[in-house]
Protein backbone atom coordinates (compact mmCIF):
# COMPACT_ATOMS: atom_id res chain seq x y z
CA UNK A 1 0.00 0.00 0.00
CA UNK A 2 1.13 3.99 -0.59
CA UNK A 3 2.31 5.87 2.11
CA UNK A 4 -0.31 6.68 4.71
CA UNK A 5 -2.20 9.66 4.24
CA UNK A 6 -4.76 9.04 7.37
CA UNK A 7 -3.79 6.61 10.18
CA UNK A 8 -6.41 5.86 12.69
CA UNK A 9 -5.34 3.85 15.78
CA UNK A 10 -8.21 2.21 18.62
CA UNK A 11 -10.34 4.78 18.19
CA UNK A 12 -13.07 4.81 20.39
CA UNK A 13 -15.68 7.29 20.75
CA UNK A 14 -18.92 7.31 23.36
CA UNK A 15 -21.74 10.15 23.71
CA UNK A 16 -22.81 11.61 26.76
CA UNK A 17 -25.78 9.85 28.24
CA UNK A 18 -25.92 7.70 25.65
CA UNK A 19 -27.95 4.36 26.10
CA UNK A 20 -26.26 1.84 28.29
CA UNK A 21 -24.11 4.12 29.40
CA UNK A 22 -22.78 4.30 33.36
CA UNK A 23 -19.89 6.33 35.04
CA UNK A 24 -17.85 2.66 35.12
CA UNK A 25 -17.69 2.16 31.41
CA UNK A 26 -19.60 3.80 28.56
CA UNK A 27 -21.60 2.63 25.80
CA UNK A 28 -19.14 3.29 23.26
CA UNK A 29 -20.42 4.28 19.95
CA UNK A 30 -16.79 3.66 18.32
CA UNK A 31 -14.75 0.93 20.31
CA UNK A 32 -11.07 -0.26 18.92
CA UNK A 33 -11.14 1.08 15.32
CA UNK A 34 -7.97 0.83 13.62
CA UNK A 35 -7.10 1.51 9.88
CA UNK A 36 -5.05 3.45 7.47
CA UNK A 37 -5.85 5.26 4.18
CA UNK A 38 -2.91 5.74 1.53
CA UNK A 39 -2.42 8.84 -0.71
CA UNK A 40 -4.69 7.30 -4.15
CA UNK A 41 -6.62 4.73 -2.50
CA UNK A 42 -10.27 4.65 -2.16
CA UNK A 43 -11.17 3.00 1.11
CA UNK A 44 -15.25 1.75 1.53
CA UNK A 45 -16.83 1.35 4.80
CA UNK A 46 -19.93 -0.38 4.82
CA UNK A 47 -22.16 -1.35 7.76
CA UNK A 48 -25.94 -1.08 8.79
CA UNK A 49 -27.34 2.39 10.65
CA UNK A 50 -26.34 3.26 13.97
CA UNK A 51 -22.94 0.73 13.92
CA UNK A 52 -20.87 4.03 13.73
CA UNK A 53 -19.77 4.88 10.33
CA UNK A 54 -21.00 8.18 10.09
CA UNK A 55 -19.65 8.77 13.85
CA UNK A 56 -16.27 7.98 12.80
CA UNK A 57 -16.74 10.13 9.85
CA UNK A 58 -17.48 12.95 12.36
CA UNK A 59 -14.62 12.22 14.52
CA UNK A 60 -12.03 11.97 11.59
CA UNK A 61 -13.10 15.63 10.82
CA UNK A 62 -13.33 16.58 14.70
CA UNK A 63 -16.85 17.17 14.58
CA UNK A 64 -18.11 15.76 16.94
CA UNK A 65 -19.95 17.37 19.99
CA UNK A 66 -17.56 18.80 23.08
CA UNK A 67 -19.16 16.26 25.65
CA UNK A 68 -18.25 13.16 23.68
CA UNK A 69 -15.71 11.14 25.16
CA UNK A 70 -12.95 9.89 22.86
CA UNK A 71 -9.76 7.79 22.80
CA UNK A 72 -7.34 6.91 20.63
CA UNK A 73 -5.38 8.41 18.16
CA UNK A 74 -6.15 9.89 14.55
CA UNK A 75 -3.13 11.41 12.82
CA UNK A 76 -2.76 13.03 9.09
CA UNK A 77 0.34 12.62 7.48
CA UNK A 78 1.69 12.27 11.04
CA UNK A 79 0.19 15.40 12.57
CA UNK A 80 -2.28 14.64 15.73
CA UNK A 81 -6.08 15.47 14.97
CA UNK A 82 -6.83 15.67 18.59
CA UNK A 83 -3.86 18.15 19.01
CA UNK A 84 -4.86 20.70 16.48
CA UNK A 85 -5.27 24.58 17.74
CA UNK A 86 -8.79 26.56 16.56
CA UNK A 87 -7.00 27.90 13.48
CA UNK A 88 -4.89 25.21 12.12
CA UNK A 89 -8.60 22.90 12.50
CA UNK A 90 -10.03 25.38 10.21
CA UNK A 91 -7.31 25.13 8.15
CA UNK A 92 -7.33 20.93 8.24
CA UNK A 93 -11.12 21.11 7.39
CA UNK A 94 -11.03 22.06 3.75
CA UNK A 95 -7.54 22.40 3.24
CA UNK A 96 -6.40 18.51 4.56
CA UNK A 97 -10.02 16.70 4.41
CA UNK A 98 -12.77 17.71 2.30
CA UNK A 99 -16.28 16.06 3.19
CA UNK A 100 -19.20 15.45 0.54
CA UNK A 101 -22.61 15.02 2.43
CA UNK A 102 -25.38 12.57 1.48
CA UNK A 103 -28.21 15.86 0.93
CA UNK A 104 -26.41 18.72 -1.27
CA UNK A 105 -29.61 20.64 -0.91
CA UNK A 106 -29.53 20.57 3.01
CA UNK A 107 -26.11 21.87 2.81
CA UNK A 108 -26.41 24.60 0.09
CA UNK A 109 -27.60 28.10 0.96
CA UNK A 110 -30.96 28.84 -1.11
CA UNK A 111 -30.53 32.24 -1.16
CA UNK A 112 -27.01 32.29 -2.84
CA UNK A 113 -25.85 31.58 -6.39
CA UNK A 114 -23.44 28.30 -7.21
CA UNK A 115 -20.85 31.05 -7.52
CA UNK A 116 -21.37 32.92 -4.50
CA UNK A 117 -20.93 29.37 -2.88
CA UNK A 118 -17.62 28.75 -4.22
CA UNK A 119 -16.37 32.47 -3.49
CA UNK A 120 -17.41 32.33 -0.08
CA UNK A 121 -15.28 29.00 0.59
CA UNK A 122 -12.24 30.06 -1.20
CA UNK A 123 -12.33 33.91 0.76
CA UNK A 124 -12.82 32.12 4.07
CA UNK A 125 -9.70 30.02 3.49
CA UNK A 126 -7.12 31.83 0.69
CA UNK A 127 -8.25 35.76 1.44
CA UNK A 128 -5.30 36.53 -0.17
CA UNK A 129 -7.00 35.87 -3.30
CA UNK A 130 -8.04 38.57 -5.86
CA UNK A 131 -11.99 37.66 -6.47
CA UNK A 132 -10.78 37.70 -10.48
CA UNK A 133 -8.49 34.51 -9.48
CA UNK A 134 -11.23 33.07 -6.85
CA UNK A 135 -13.13 33.07 -9.84
CA UNK A 136 -11.09 31.70 -12.29
CA UNK A 137 -10.24 28.58 -9.57
CA UNK A 138 -13.82 28.16 -9.04
CA UNK A 139 -14.83 27.82 -12.74
CA UNK A 140 -11.83 25.30 -13.68
CA UNK A 141 -12.93 23.35 -10.38
CA UNK A 142 -16.63 23.26 -11.41
CA UNK A 143 -15.48 22.18 -14.97
CA UNK A 144 -13.90 19.74 -13.36
CA UNK A 145 -16.69 17.73 -12.35
CA UNK A 146 -18.54 18.99 -15.70
CA UNK A 147 -20.31 21.81 -14.63
CA UNK A 148 -20.24 24.66 -17.27
CA UNK A 149 -19.34 28.40 -16.73
CA UNK A 150 -22.60 29.31 -17.54
CA UNK A 151 -24.68 28.29 -14.22
CA UNK A 152 -22.23 30.37 -12.30
CA UNK A 153 -25.13 32.67 -11.51
CA UNK A 154 -27.93 29.95 -10.71
CA UNK A 155 -29.35 28.92 -7.42
CA UNK A 156 -29.41 25.51 -6.24
CA UNK A 157 -32.97 24.82 -6.64
CA UNK A 158 -32.35 25.84 -10.73
CA UNK A 159 -30.28 21.96 -10.27
CA UNK A 160 -31.13 18.23 -10.48
CA UNK A 161 -30.40 15.99 -7.40
CA UNK A 162 -26.94 15.10 -9.42
CA UNK A 163 -26.11 18.28 -10.60
CA UNK A 164 -26.18 19.41 -7.28
CA UNK A 165 -24.24 16.38 -5.68
CA UNK A 166 -21.34 17.82 -8.53
CA UNK A 167 -21.17 21.41 -6.80
CA UNK A 168 -20.95 19.11 -3.27
CA UNK A 169 -17.92 17.50 -5.05
CA UNK A 170 -16.75 21.16 -6.37
CA UNK A 171 -16.65 22.58 -3.11
CA UNK A 172 -14.83 19.83 -1.67
CA UNK A 173 -11.87 19.81 -3.98
CA UNK A 174 -11.64 23.63 -4.04
CA UNK A 175 -8.69 24.08 -1.82
CA UNK A 176 -7.23 20.93 -3.36
CA UNK A 177 -7.29 18.54 -0.41
CA UNK A 178 -5.71 15.24 0.13
CA UNK A 179 -8.89 13.26 1.46
CA UNK A 180 -12.01 12.88 0.17
CA UNK A 181 -14.46 11.81 2.82
CA UNK A 182 -17.60 10.97 1.21
CA UNK A 183 -20.61 9.64 3.39
CA UNK A 184 -23.48 8.14 1.74
CA UNK A 185 -22.81 10.49 -1.24
CA UNK A 186 -25.37 8.72 -3.87
CA UNK A 187 -28.38 7.60 -1.74
CA UNK A 188 -31.07 9.64 -3.06
CA UNK A 189 -29.65 9.92 -6.57
CA UNK A 190 -31.14 7.03 -9.52
CA UNK A 191 -28.15 4.41 -11.00
CA UNK A 192 -27.29 6.36 -13.95
CA UNK A 193 -26.82 9.38 -11.96
CA UNK A 194 -24.96 7.65 -9.11
CA UNK A 195 -22.76 5.90 -11.78
CA UNK A 196 -22.06 9.06 -13.34
CA UNK A 197 -20.80 11.00 -9.54
CA UNK A 198 -18.68 8.18 -8.30
CA UNK A 199 -17.41 7.82 -11.50
CA UNK A 200 -16.59 11.73 -11.15
CA UNK A 201 -15.48 11.19 -7.67
CA UNK A 202 -12.84 8.31 -8.09
CA UNK A 203 -11.70 9.41 -11.89
CA UNK A 204 -10.52 13.32 -9.61
CA UNK A 205 -9.07 10.51 -6.65
CA UNK A 206 -6.79 9.02 -9.55
CA UNK A 207 -5.95 12.34 -11.34
CA UNK A 208 -5.40 14.45 -8.13
CA UNK A 209 -3.62 11.27 -6.18
CA UNK A 210 -6.14 11.76 -3.33
CA UNK A 211 -7.11 9.24 -1.08
CA UNK A 212 -10.96 8.53 -0.66
CA UNK A 213 -13.09 7.58 2.36
CA UNK A 214 -16.36 5.94 0.98
CA UNK A 215 -19.00 5.97 3.83
CA UNK A 216 -21.93 3.96 1.95
CA UNK A 217 -24.60 0.63 2.84
CA UNK A 218 -24.63 -0.37 -0.50
CA UNK A 219 -22.19 -2.84 -0.85
CA UNK A 220 -22.42 -3.39 -4.01
CA UNK A 221 -21.21 -0.13 -5.08
CA UNK A 222 -18.11 -0.13 -2.85
CA UNK A 223 -17.57 -3.32 -4.35
CA UNK A 224 -17.10 -1.71 -7.75
CA UNK A 225 -15.17 1.53 -6.72
CA UNK A 226 -13.08 0.93 -3.72
CA UNK A 227 -10.01 -0.87 -3.30
CA UNK A 228 -10.51 -2.04 -0.08
CA UNK A 229 -13.71 -2.41 2.25
CA UNK A 230 -13.82 -1.80 6.22
CA UNK A 231 -16.89 -3.52 7.67
CA UNK A 232 -18.25 -2.14 10.86
CA UNK A 233 -20.67 -3.41 13.55
CA UNK A 234 -21.77 -2.13 16.49
CA UNK A 235 -19.14 0.07 16.33
CA UNK A 236 -16.02 -2.22 15.51
CA UNK A 237 -14.17 -3.31 12.76
CA UNK A 238 -14.67 -6.54 12.55
CA UNK A 239 -13.19 -7.15 8.81
CA UNK A 240 -11.01 -4.81 6.95
CA UNK A 241 -9.20 -6.19 3.08
CA UNK A 242 -9.14 -5.87 -0.69
CA UNK A 243 -12.71 -5.76 -2.40
CA UNK A 244 -12.44 -9.34 -3.85
CA UNK A 245 -11.08 -11.42 -0.67
CA UNK A 246 -14.02 -9.72 1.10
CA UNK A 247 -16.60 -10.21 -1.55
CA UNK A 248 -15.50 -13.83 -2.63
CA UNK A 249 -13.95 -14.79 0.67
CA UNK A 250 -15.48 -13.09 3.90
CA UNK A 251 -13.97 -13.99 7.18
CA UNK A 252 -16.63 -12.52 9.63
CA UNK A 253 -20.16 -13.72 10.75
CA UNK A 254 -21.66 -10.65 10.19
CA UNK A 255 -19.81 -9.72 6.91
CA UNK A 256 -21.21 -13.05 5.54
CA UNK A 257 -24.85 -12.04 6.53
CA UNK A 258 -24.81 -9.05 5.23
CA UNK A 259 -23.50 -10.07 1.88
CA UNK A 260 -26.01 -13.02 2.35
CA UNK A 261 -28.86 -10.29 2.40
CA UNK A 262 -27.41 -8.14 -0.49
CA UNK A 263 -26.69 -11.48 -2.28
CA UNK A 264 -30.39 -12.47 -1.82
CA UNK A 265 -31.35 -9.25 -4.03
CA UNK A 266 -29.21 -9.36 -6.39
CA UNK A 267 -29.35 -13.13 -6.82
CA UNK A 268 -29.47 -14.28 -10.70
CA UNK A 269 -31.55 -16.76 -10.36
CA UNK A 270 -34.14 -17.26 -12.97
CA UNK A 271 -37.20 -17.85 -11.03
CA UNK A 272 -39.97 -15.91 -9.54
CA UNK A 273 -39.77 -14.32 -5.96
CA UNK A 274 -43.41 -14.54 -4.94
CA UNK A 275 -44.60 -17.63 -2.88
CA UNK A 276 -47.72 -17.95 -5.15
CA UNK A 277 -47.36 -18.39 -9.19
CA UNK A 278 -47.44 -14.93 -11.22
CA UNK A 279 -50.56 -14.27 -12.74
CA UNK A 280 -51.77 -15.33 -15.82
CA UNK A 281 -53.49 -12.83 -18.13
CA UNK A 282 -57.40 -13.82 -18.45
CA UNK A 283 -60.68 -12.54 -19.34
CA UNK A 284 -61.04 -10.91 -15.78
CA UNK A 285 -61.24 -6.99 -16.10
CA UNK A 286 -58.12 -5.82 -14.78
CA UNK A 287 -57.45 -4.23 -11.30
CA UNK A 288 -56.13 -0.94 -12.48
CA UNK A 289 -56.33 0.31 -15.96
CA UNK A 290 -54.76 3.89 -16.29
CA UNK A 291 -55.41 5.19 -20.37
CA UNK A 292 -53.64 7.93 -22.41
CA UNK A 293 -53.12 9.47 -18.84
CA UNK A 294 -51.40 13.11 -19.15
CA UNK A 295 -50.45 15.73 -16.44
CA UNK A 296 -49.52 18.51 -17.50
CA UNK A 297 -48.35 21.76 -16.08
CA UNK A 298 -47.79 25.53 -17.41
CA UNK A 299 -45.23 27.88 -15.74
CA UNK A 300 -46.10 31.29 -16.71
CA UNK A 301 -43.88 33.76 -17.78
CA UNK A 302 -42.90 36.59 -15.80
CA UNK A 303 -43.74 40.19 -15.94
CA UNK A 304 -40.48 41.01 -17.72
CA UNK A 305 -40.32 37.62 -20.10
CA UNK A 306 -44.10 39.01 -21.34
CA UNK A 307 -42.81 42.00 -22.29
CA UNK A 308 -40.35 39.85 -24.26
CA UNK A 309 -42.89 37.76 -25.82
CA UNK A 310 -41.78 34.81 -24.35
CA UNK A 311 -44.50 31.73 -24.22
CA UNK A 312 -45.74 30.20 -21.35
CA UNK A 313 -43.68 26.47 -20.56
CA UNK A 314 -45.24 23.17 -20.83
CA UNK A 315 -44.25 21.01 -18.18
CA UNK A 316 -45.11 17.49 -19.55
CA UNK A 317 -44.59 15.43 -16.52
CA UNK A 318 -46.39 12.45 -17.50
CA UNK A 319 -47.30 12.04 -20.77
CA UNK A 320 -49.65 9.63 -22.21
CA UNK A 321 -49.07 6.96 -19.97
CA UNK A 322 -51.24 3.32 -20.37
CA UNK A 323 -50.68 0.49 -18.68
CA UNK A 324 -52.76 -2.50 -16.92
CA UNK A 325 -52.34 -4.15 -13.50
CA UNK A 326 -54.11 -7.35 -12.64
CA UNK A 327 -55.19 -8.78 -9.11
CA UNK A 328 -52.83 -10.02 -7.26
CA UNK A 329 -49.50 -8.63 -9.47
CA UNK A 330 -46.62 -6.64 -8.40
CA UNK A 331 -45.80 -4.15 -11.14
CA UNK A 332 -42.57 -2.29 -11.32
CA UNK A 333 -41.69 0.85 -12.30
CA UNK A 334 -38.56 2.38 -12.88
CA UNK A 335 -37.01 5.09 -14.13
CA UNK A 336 -34.81 8.40 -12.80
CA UNK A 337 -35.75 11.30 -10.80
CA UNK A 338 -38.10 13.65 -13.03
CA UNK A 339 -38.97 11.12 -15.06
CA UNK A 340 -42.68 10.70 -14.28
CA UNK A 341 -43.07 8.11 -11.70
CA UNK A 342 -44.32 9.87 -8.50
CA UNK A 343 -46.28 12.50 -10.08
CA UNK A 344 -47.94 9.37 -11.73
CA UNK A 345 -48.67 7.52 -8.49
CA UNK A 346 -50.55 10.74 -7.09
CA UNK A 347 -52.51 10.91 -10.05
CA UNK A 348 -53.47 7.46 -10.02
CA UNK A 349 -54.75 7.94 -6.53
CA UNK A 350 -56.49 11.36 -7.65
CA UNK A 351 -54.11 13.05 -4.83
CA UNK A 352 -53.74 15.89 -8.37
CA UNK A 353 -56.19 15.26 -11.15
CA UNK A 354 -54.82 14.34 -14.29
CA UNK A 355 -54.86 16.79 -17.45
CA UNK A 356 -56.55 14.20 -19.25
CA UNK A 357 -56.89 10.52 -19.82
CA UNK A 358 -59.02 7.82 -17.49
CA UNK A 359 -57.78 5.90 -14.36
CA UNK A 360 -59.86 2.72 -14.22
CA UNK A 361 -60.22 1.27 -10.66
CA UNK A 362 -62.10 -1.87 -10.30
CA UNK A 363 -64.34 -1.02 -13.28
CA UNK A 364 -64.44 2.56 -12.14
CA UNK A 365 -62.99 5.52 -13.76
CA UNK A 366 -61.88 7.88 -10.96
CA UNK A 367 -61.04 10.91 -13.09
CA UNK A 368 -65.00 11.41 -12.86
CA UNK A 369 -66.17 10.96 -9.87
CA UNK A 370 -66.59 14.04 -6.92
CA UNK A 371 -63.56 14.45 -4.21
CA UNK A 372 -65.96 12.37 -1.54
CA UNK A 373 -66.57 9.45 -4.03
CA UNK A 374 -62.98 9.24 -4.59
CA UNK A 375 -62.26 9.31 -0.87
CA UNK A 376 -64.39 6.23 -0.39
CA UNK A 377 -62.21 4.27 -2.71
CA UNK A 378 -59.25 5.49 -0.71
CA UNK A 379 -59.46 2.70 1.47
CA UNK A 380 -58.73 0.04 -1.02
CA UNK A 381 -55.79 2.22 -2.45
CA UNK A 382 -53.06 3.09 -0.04
CA UNK A 383 -49.60 4.23 -0.12
CA UNK A 384 -46.11 3.51 1.52
CA UNK A 385 -44.00 6.27 1.01
CA UNK A 386 -40.01 6.49 0.77
CA UNK A 387 -38.95 7.53 3.87
CA UNK A 388 -41.82 6.72 6.78
CA UNK A 389 -40.52 9.21 9.23
CA UNK A 390 -41.50 12.07 7.74
CA UNK A 391 -45.39 10.61 6.35
CA UNK A 392 -45.64 9.69 10.56
CA UNK A 393 -46.82 12.50 12.76
CA UNK A 394 -44.12 12.75 15.37
CA UNK A 395 -46.98 13.85 17.97
CA UNK A 396 -48.69 10.72 17.97
CA UNK A 397 -47.88 6.98 19.09
CA UNK A 398 -47.50 4.28 17.16
CA UNK A 399 -50.92 3.20 17.85
CA UNK A 400 -52.68 6.10 16.97
CA UNK A 401 -50.96 6.59 13.67
CA UNK A 402 -52.12 3.18 12.35
CA UNK A 403 -55.56 3.52 13.76
CA UNK A 404 -56.12 6.73 12.09
CA UNK A 405 -57.10 5.35 8.67
CA UNK A 406 -59.66 3.48 10.18
CA UNK A 407 -61.13 6.31 12.07
CA UNK A 408 -60.95 8.26 8.65
CA UNK A 409 -62.73 5.95 6.72
CA UNK A 410 -65.18 5.10 9.94
CA UNK A 411 -64.43 1.37 9.85
CA UNK A 412 -64.01 0.68 13.56
CA UNK A 413 -64.52 1.88 17.17
CA UNK A 414 -61.69 2.85 19.33
CA UNK A 415 -61.89 -0.56 21.22
CA UNK A 416 -61.71 -2.74 17.42
CA UNK A 417 -59.32 -0.42 16.44
CA UNK A 418 -56.99 -1.34 19.37
CA UNK A 419 -57.49 -4.99 18.27
CA UNK A 420 -56.96 -4.53 15.26
CA UNK A 421 -53.61 -2.46 15.40
CA UNK A 422 -52.04 -4.91 17.60
CA UNK A 423 -52.95 -7.63 15.50
CA UNK A 424 -51.27 -5.44 12.30
CA UNK A 425 -48.18 -4.99 14.72
CA UNK A 426 -47.67 -8.93 14.92
CA UNK A 427 -48.27 -9.26 11.46
CA UNK A 428 -45.50 -6.75 10.51
CA UNK A 429 -43.29 -7.86 13.23
CA UNK A 430 -43.40 -5.77 16.04
CA UNK A 431 -43.45 -7.38 18.84
CA UNK A 432 -44.24 -7.16 22.16
CA UNK A 433 -47.13 -5.49 20.15
CA UNK A 434 -48.26 -3.14 23.94
CA UNK A 435 -44.65 -1.87 23.56
CA UNK A 436 -44.29 -0.74 20.46
CA UNK A 437 -47.96 0.56 20.78
CA UNK A 438 -46.88 3.38 22.72
CA UNK A 439 -43.86 4.55 21.00
CA UNK A 440 -43.14 7.23 18.48
CA UNK A 441 -41.97 7.10 15.45
CA UNK A 442 -38.50 8.92 16.62
CA UNK A 443 -38.36 6.19 19.19
CA UNK A 444 -37.84 3.40 15.92
CA UNK A 445 -35.28 2.52 13.79
CA UNK A 446 -35.67 2.81 9.87
CA UNK A 447 -36.72 -0.75 9.51
CA UNK A 448 -39.05 -0.38 12.21
CA UNK A 449 -40.49 2.65 10.84
CA UNK A 450 -41.15 1.58 7.35
CA UNK A 451 -42.96 -1.26 9.22
CA UNK A 452 -45.37 1.07 10.93
CA UNK A 453 -45.74 2.62 7.47
CA UNK A 454 -46.85 -0.95 6.04
CA UNK A 455 -49.04 -1.62 8.83
CA UNK A 456 -50.60 1.74 8.63
CA UNK A 457 -51.23 0.76 4.51
CA UNK A 458 -52.93 -2.34 4.82
CA UNK A 459 -54.92 -1.57 8.11
CA UNK A 460 -58.03 -1.41 5.76
CA UNK A 461 -57.30 -3.79 3.75
CA UNK A 462 -57.06 -2.23 0.70
CA UNK A 463 -56.66 -4.27 -2.59
CA UNK A 464 -53.71 -2.00 -4.34
CA UNK A 465 -51.06 -0.98 -2.92
CA UNK A 466 -48.88 1.86 -4.43
CA UNK A 467 -45.10 1.76 -3.24
CA UNK A 468 -43.12 4.40 -3.85
CA UNK A 469 -39.13 3.78 -3.15
CA UNK A 470 -40.05 2.02 -0.14
CA UNK A 471 -36.77 0.51 0.94
CA UNK A 472 -34.25 3.06 -0.83
CA UNK A 473 -32.95 4.36 2.39
CA UNK A 474 -32.64 1.17 4.51
CA UNK A 475 -29.26 -1.12 5.15
CA UNK A 476 -28.93 -4.14 2.89
CA UNK A 477 -30.23 -6.62 5.74
CA UNK A 478 -32.98 -4.70 6.59
CA UNK A 479 -33.81 -3.98 2.90
CA UNK A 480 -34.26 -7.99 2.29
CA UNK A 481 -36.45 -7.98 5.49
CA UNK A 482 -38.86 -5.83 4.56
CA UNK A 483 -39.24 -6.81 1.06
CA UNK A 484 -39.52 -10.40 2.16
CA UNK A 485 -42.28 -9.22 4.29
CA UNK A 486 -43.96 -7.01 1.96
CA UNK A 487 -43.87 -10.67 0.12
CA UNK A 488 -45.53 -12.49 2.49
CA UNK A 489 -48.07 -9.67 3.20
CA UNK A 490 -49.17 -9.83 -0.57
CA UNK A 491 -50.13 -13.72 -0.15
CA UNK A 492 -51.42 -13.25 3.22
CA UNK A 493 -53.97 -10.02 2.25
CA UNK A 494 -53.79 -10.74 -1.55
CA UNK A 495 -52.45 -7.48 -2.35
CA UNK A 496 -52.09 -5.75 -5.59
CA UNK A 497 -48.32 -3.82 -5.71
CA UNK A 498 -47.42 -0.73 -8.13
CA UNK A 499 -43.91 -0.73 -6.68
CA UNK A 500 -42.20 2.46 -7.56
CA UNK A 501 -38.02 2.30 -7.53
CA UNK A 502 -34.89 3.31 -9.32
CA UNK A 503 -33.04 0.15 -7.91
CA UNK A 504 -33.32 -2.26 -10.35
CA UNK A 505 -32.32 -4.87 -8.89
CA UNK A 506 -35.09 -4.57 -6.37
CA UNK A 507 -37.42 -4.38 -9.30
CA UNK A 508 -35.53 -7.72 -10.93
CA UNK A 509 -36.05 -9.58 -6.85
CA UNK A 510 -39.85 -8.45 -6.63
CA UNK A 511 -41.46 -7.52 -9.39
CA UNK A 512 -43.58 -10.14 -12.07
CA UNK A 513 -43.57 -7.37 -14.68
CA UNK A 514 -41.54 -4.23 -14.86
CA UNK A 515 -42.66 -0.41 -16.95
CA UNK A 516 -39.70 1.90 -17.57
CA UNK A 517 -40.34 5.32 -17.68
CA UNK A 518 -38.42 8.24 -19.36
CA UNK A 519 -39.23 12.18 -19.81
CA UNK A 520 -43.07 11.26 -18.67
CA UNK A 521 -43.65 8.25 -20.78
CA UNK A 522 -43.58 4.14 -20.58
CA UNK A 523 -40.85 3.32 -22.99
CA UNK A 524 -41.10 -0.26 -22.22
CA UNK A 525 -43.01 -2.70 -20.71
CA UNK A 526 -42.64 -6.59 -20.11
CA UNK A 527 -42.23 -9.02 -17.99
CA UNK A 528 -39.54 -8.90 -16.11
CA UNK A 529 -37.11 -11.54 -17.31
CA UNK A 530 -38.00 -10.11 -20.62
CA UNK A 531 -36.75 -6.89 -19.62
CA UNK A 532 -33.17 -7.86 -17.83
CA UNK A 533 -32.48 -10.45 -20.49
CA UNK A 534 -33.80 -8.90 -23.66
CA UNK A 535 -33.83 -4.60 -23.10
CA UNK A 536 -35.49 -3.25 -26.19
CA UNK A 537 -35.18 0.23 -25.46
CA UNK A 538 -31.96 2.34 -25.78
CA UNK A 539 -33.15 4.09 -22.16
CA UNK A 540 -33.53 0.27 -20.78
CA UNK A 541 -30.12 -0.58 -21.93
CA UNK A 542 -28.48 2.73 -20.27
CA UNK A 543 -30.22 1.96 -17.18
CA UNK A 544 -29.02 -1.64 -16.70
CA UNK A 545 -25.31 -0.98 -17.66
CA UNK A 546 -25.51 1.26 -14.80
CA UNK A 547 -26.64 -0.75 -11.99
CA UNK A 548 -23.95 -2.60 -9.97
CA UNK A 549 -24.54 -6.54 -9.89
CA UNK A 550 -23.09 -7.35 -7.21
CA UNK A 551 -22.57 -11.61 -7.93
CA UNK A 552 -20.15 -14.10 -6.54
CA UNK A 553 -18.73 -15.48 -9.74
CA UNK A 554 -15.50 -17.26 -9.90
Keep these: MSEALLSVENL ?163 LDPKVIIADEPTTSLDVTVSAEILQELTRLCRDRDLGLLLISHDLAMVCEYCDRIAVMYDGEMVELGPSDRVLFDPEHEYTRSLLEAALHVHAIEEKSPNPVPVVEPSSAAPLLKVEDLKQHYTLEPNLIERLLGKPAQTIKAVDGVSFELNSGEILGLVGESGCGKSTLSRTILQLIRPTSGQVRFLGEDLTTLTREQVRRHRRQMQMVFQDPLACLNPMMTIAQSIADPLFVHKLATAAQARREVEQMLERV ?126
Excluded at 118 to 132: G, I, S
Excluded at 144 to 171: C, K
Aim: proline fraction near 5%; charged fraction near 20%; aromatic fraction near 6%.
Design 12 to 174: RVAYAGGRGATRVEPNWAIDGVSFSLGRGERLGLVGESGCGKSTLGRALMRLLPRSARVEGRIEFNGESVFDLNAARLRQFRGEVVGLVFQDPMTRLDPLMTIGDHCLETLQAHQPQLHKREAKQKAIATLEAVRIPADRWTQYPHEFSGGMRQRVAIALALL
Design 429 to 554: GLTPTGEFCDRYPSQLSGGQQQRVAIARALITHPKLVICDEPVSMLDASVQSQVLELMLDLKAEFDLTYLFITHDLWVARFLCDRIAVMNRGQIVEIGETHQIFNHPQHPYTQTLLAAAPLLAKTA
